[in-house]
Structure formats: structure tokens, C-alpha cells
């Protein structure tokens, strides 16, 4: 940080702490990150993804919850609510099944949204991964198509020409640290180019989760040798982005952006 201190005396270089009476200004990059840019920005999306899980009619907020593979990730087609696991104790016959929480909760308007049993949508996370498998010699060709059109200009070149700008700027502002005026032009031009190379940092991330999802997809595809035969939590928590219920069918979205319908 530059200015903790400012000269009150130039003549004498008495200094005193700066606690406003003139700009402080962060430099970017003079220290190594302590994780990776790219898992920072893709940790904040995911912080910010699961704060604003809401209800989707009327925007009421739902608590974000990571202990089952499918918790957060089955959304209502009727109201855009997602559904909760509930254990069910009908006259002594135990079952567990999956509900749209506004039915559940029943804070706003009456959601026709069918109960799922959660047998059943684990058969249907395993016939999509099964569809898939038995459609890869499609599907592979598709997911390449989507990585190549997925890659635009070169970001870090971007980033580059915007890391040099910061730079020289930064060096100006460390000539004229003693005046205000100036130091104030060139900290709102700092902080215009910080917030434009955050945003092509983010751009940079967004291409590369992408392509990072699809390879994953088309590794799991190449690497299946025959088709499942039960649900694996893992399989979905790797592959899956979310599954919309209807009400006489699913449409399962995969994170490399595949969907795929299954009747039921």
C-alpha cells in the first residue's frame, strides 16, 4: 500500500501517519497469491451461486446444503424452486423422496410440482449418464466443436497490455506521491484499469472452467467401458449441472453443457 505516511513538511521530511488526509493506493502482483487466480475466481463463483440459491417465483432465499450430490442441483419446471430429500413415514412404510420446498414449506403460490422418489432419480441420473455413454461417438465431436468456439482472443495477451498500463501508471504515481491533485487522476485511472483486468481475468477463468468441464466429460466418456449399472454419487457431483423435473419427464443439463431428456 502506498501513502501509509505523508510529508506535512517537506522542507523539514517530517512525516506523520495518513489516516485520509490523503489518497492510499494498492500495487497489484508485488507479492505471489497465495492460491492461484483461476481457483479464487472460480471458488467466488461458486460462493456466489450457492448465496443466491432462491425460490424461483418470489426470490426467497434457500440454504445452501453440500451432504447429498443432488441437494441444490433438482429445480421445479413450475415454479423454479429447488427440491429438498425428505423422509416420508406413510403408515409405517418409510420412503425417501424429493419435493419442490415450496410445496414443502408452502410460502408462496401452490406448486402442482409431483413428488420424486429418490429411487427414481437415481435411475434417472444413470440413464442419462448411460444415453451419454451409448451417444459419445456424437456427443465427442459436439464437445470439441464446443471447446473451439468456446476459445476467443487470447486473454492474457489482454492482460498483459493492461498489467503494463498499471505498471507505468503505478510508477507515475510513485513521482508524485506528494501531490494530491495528481495522485488523485491517477488513482481513479488505476482503479478503471484494476476493475477492467479483473473482469478479463474472469472472462479468462469462465473459458477455461468450460473447457476444463468438457475434457472432463470426454475423459469420463472415452474412459466408460461398458454401461452403469447403479448411481454413483461421485459420477454426479463430477458430471452433472443440474436436472429439471417435468411432469412426465427430466431433463438432465451436464456440466459440458450436453442435456439429455429421460421419459418417466
Not at 188 to 202: D, G, P, T, W
Amino acid at each position: 500500500m502506498l501513502q501509509k505516511t505523508y510529508t506535512v513538511d517537506i522542507l523539514e521530511k517530517k512525516r506523520e501517519a495518513n489516516t485520509g488526509q490523503v489518497p492510499k493506493y494498492y500495487v497489484e502482483n508485488s507479492h505471489e497469491g497465495i492460491i492461484p487466480k483461476d481457483i479464487f475466481l472460480k471458488v467466488q463463483g461458486e460462493i456466489t451461486r450457492r448465496a443466491n440459491l432462491t425460490k424461483g417465483s418470489t426470490e426467497r432465499r434457500r440454504v445452501y446444503s453440500g451432504r447429498y450430490a443432488l441437494s441444490g442441483m433438482v429445480f421445479c419446471v413450475h415454479c423454479g424452486d429447488i427440491f429438498r430429500r425428505i423422509k416420508w413415514n406413510n403408515r409405517g412404510c418409510k420412503s425417501t423422496v424429493w419435493r419442490c420446498t415450496s410445496r414443502v414449506d408452502k410460502d408462496g403460490p401452490d406448486c402442482p410440482a409431483r413428488t420424486v422418489r429418490e429411487e427414481l432419480l437415481h435411475e434417472v441420473v444413470v440413464k442419462a449418464i448411460n444415453e451419454a455413454f451409448r451417444e459419445k461417438k456424437n456427443i465427442l465431436p459436439l464437445l470439441q466443436d464446443n471447446i473451439e468456439s468456446s476459445l476467443t482472443e487470447d486473454v492474457d495477451d489482454r492482460i498483459a497490455v493492461v498489467d503494463e498500463q498499471i505498471k507505468k501508471l503505478q510508477h507515475e504515481l510513485l513521482t508524485t506521491a506528494d501531490i494530491k491533485t495528481s495522485g488523485d487522476d491517477l488513482g481513479m485511472e488505476i482503479r478503471r484499469l484494476r476493475n477492467e483486468k479483473q473482469a478479463l481475468q474472469a472472462d479468462g477463468a469462465s473459458e477455461r472452467d468450460l473447457k476444463e468441464r468438457i475434457d472432463e466429460m470426454m475423459t469420463f466418456l472415452d474412459g466408460l467401458s461398458c454401461e452403469l449399472t447403479e448411481y454413483d454419487e461421485q459420477y454426479v457431483r463430477t458430471l452433472l449441472e443440474k436436472i429439471t423435473v417435468y411432469d412426465d419427464y427430466f431433463v438432465v443439463e451436464f456440466k459440458s453443457g450436453i442435456e439429455i431428456q429421460i421419459d418417466q
